[in-house]
């Protein structure tokens, strides 16, 4: 049966992990936020002054609305910050602006993670959408070819998670380093720049361990159809 495989209890504690997760990084950014970072410089100070003492001029900053929404556009080379991270000076505030500007830096490197990752986007975000429907098919009409294509296409989405996991680490790495050298922060701030940033990179660990163990699961439902 589908619906009730052994596997499911491990997709359940990790779900229940990624909710963890998702608990941890609002209530880490909430926590930071009500911390002023010496310096006194908001996040779209720290951010542009970063991408300007690395050669980024020609990359934009905007401001964009809800928290935690902040990202790098790679299309249109923007950095984009929620509200509270462009306006405020906290803690929180430059740890995040300061992590997106390192997504910016490692696409002007080629850093060679996210140039695979940006390569497979178009295939994963097309295959995507249809291993569910082949892999559902496929075990209601019993059609092993159907649930082999269904796992080929979900292995794409996990394999696209997993590559995302270094991405996520070397851009806060870069962030930490660049903050400290470049007078962001004090020494004394580092332990919450790494609580905010650490969180954050949890709910991607979190998120590709479902998606890990849901494709273990199909496999092993798969191979025991075809015993």
Same mark, same amino acid.
């Given at each position: ?122 295939? @994963?975000?097309? +295959?995507?959408?249809? #291993?569910?429907?082949?892999?559902? &098919?496929?075990?209601?009409? /019993?059609?092993?070819? $159907? ?45 919450? @720049?790494?609580? +905010?940033?650490?969180? #954050?990179?949890?709910?991607?660990? &979190?998120?590709?361990?479902? /998606?890990?163990?849901? $494709? ?12």
């Amino acid at each position: 049966m589908l619906f009730f495989h052994p596997m499911d209890f491990l997709i359940i504690i990790a779900f229940g992990i990624s909710l963890w997760a998702q608990f941890r990084v609002k209530s880490t950014f909430n926590k930071w936020t009500e911390v002023q970072a010496s310096s006194g410089l908001t996040g779209y100070q720290a951010a542009r002054q970063m991408l300007d003492n690395n050669g980024l001029h020609d990359v934009q900053i905007e401001p964009v609305q809800g928290r935690l929404t902040d990202h790098y556009d790679p299309m249109n080379r923007v950095v984009r910050l929620s509200e509270p991270v462009y306006y405020e000076s906290s803690i929180s505030a430059i740890s995040v602006a300061c992590h997106e500007v390192g997504h910016a830096i490692q696409h002007a490197n080629s850093y060679p993670m996210l140039v695979l990752r940006h390569k497979m986007f178009p295939l @994963v975000n097309l +295959v995507s959408g249809i #291993a569910p429907f082949l892999l559902i &098919a496929g075990f209601i009409f /019993s059609v092993s070819g $159907l649930i082999g294509a269904g796992i080929v296409f979900f292995s794409l989405a996990v394999i696209f998670q997993l590559v995302t996991l270094p991405v996520e680490f070397n851009a806060s790495s870069r962030a930490r380093d660049l903050m400290i050298s470049e007078g962001f922060i004090r020494s004394e701030e580092e332990g919450g @720049v790494a609580k +905010v940033l650490n969180a #954050a990179a949890l709910t991607y660990v &979190a998120a590709a361990l479902i /998606s890990l163990l849901e $494709l273990l699961k199909f496999i092993m439902i798969f191979a025991s159809n075809r015993e």
